[in-house]
């Protein structure tokens, strides 16, 4: 089982910057495939961005070029470098992981976090 535990969410004016992180642990190493989904009322869960063990990246064309996923192995963390924020960026965003490759369908993703709010004005 793996725990995941985001933080750094909360709001900026749009064109502003913001860091999310997500704190793991558990089995991990099991898990091939981490990064983050979002979701605004109303709307399904949208992959922005995700790191497979490979190195490998994917990111949502919404934030391509603005956005930077990360990981620091020591730290036991995955980050969501955010910057360039527009309005529409506002939703709960959510750390995932699964055992699996990287998928935009958010129902193959085996673990979540509890969310952090982003607010864009």
């Known amino acids: 089982h793996v725990q995941l535990v985001e933080s750094g969410g909360g709001s900026a004016q749009a064109g502003g910057s913001l860091r999310l992180s997500c704190k793991f642990s558990?089995?991990?190493?099991?898990?091939?495939?981490m990064g983050w989904f979002r979701q605004s009322p109303g709307q399904e869960r949208e992959e922005v961005a995700t790191?497979?063990?490979?190195?490998?990246?994917y990111y949502d064309p919404s934030v391509k070029g603005r956005f930077t996923i990360s990981k620091d192995g020591a730290k036991k963390t995955i980050y969501l470098q955010m910057s360039s924020l527009k309005p529409e960026d506002t939703a709960m965003y959510y750390c995932?992981?699964?055992?699996?490759?990287?998928?935009?369908?958010?129902?193959?993703?085996?673990?979540w976090g509890q969310g952090t709010q982003v607010t864009v004005s």
């Open positions: 995932v992981a699964r055992s699996g490759p990287c998928s935009l369908r958010s129902t193959l993703y085996n673990d």
């Open positions: 558990g089995d991990i190493y099991r898990r091939f495939c």
């Open positions: 790191l497979d063990t490979n190195g490998g990246t």
